[in-house]
């Protein structure tokens, strides 16, 4: 079972009605994206992460953990929003009160720096972000899966829609089972104990990942078959 399943299902929220569950995540999406104040996004985040560790009980190390790698990638982005370049002839344009720090080079022609403008467009559409995705969070840690199916169907969620998202999710955590149990092999063969056998085992890892999921794919689709599956997931 993934950490998010178990999480899911054990939190102190996990019997909460899944309607207002749903609704709340909804809004508060809704909310990050037309927000246009930097210290409201950054009020709301906030308080969806709290809401997410305190009150419904999921534990700080591991949610930590979780939103870590989307907040470095959403970095990264963020700073080419923040960074300005251009030729120096451009830089006659702005104004040298627009900057907030010294520019890092001006010469042979080219020129960087960061402008209030700037600085406050990439912290705004980061902490938008920000409230985005722990919302999200907010939703899969603290909403089983079968609420969630349970609260599309309600709403007349396409049946396509449904099945598509339920098998993603099952492949999901099939895609990181295998991948835990094969690296845990190779592990305990020392294949990563230097930088050649660590590019050998990865190889080694992606080509036996892509035939088990395949496998994996054949017996789920025979399963299907045998239970004559209809294209509906029928939940309480």
Known sequence: ?????????????????????????????????????????????????????????????????????????????????????????????????????????????????????SLRNGLLLGFRSVCGIVSMYFLILTTPCTQQIKVMKKIRVPAVFIELYVLTYRFIAVFFEEAIQIHAAQKMKFGYVNYRNSMNSLAILVKTLYVRMMIRFKDMESILEIKHFDGNFYVD
Request: glycine letters at 6%; a positive charge.
């Open 1 to 117: 079972m993934l950490i998010i399943d178990r999480f899911a299902y054990t939190n102190r929220l996990s019997r909460a009605n899944p309607y207002i569950k749903v609704l709340l995540s909804v809004l508060l999406i809704f909310v990050s994206i037309i927000n246009s104040n930097l210290y409201g996004a950054l009020a709301i985040a906030v308080c969806i992460m709290a809401l997410t560790v305190l009150y419904a009980g999921i534990p700080a190390a591991a949610y930590i953990k979780m939103v870590l790698p989307p907040f470095i990638y959403l970095s990264i982005s963020i700073l080419t929003i923040i960074l300005i370049f251009g030729s120096s002839g451009n830089v006659l344009n702005i104004s040298d009160a627009d900057y907030i720090y010294l520019r890092v080079f001006n010469h042979a022609g080219i020129f960087m720096g960061i402008t209030k403008a």
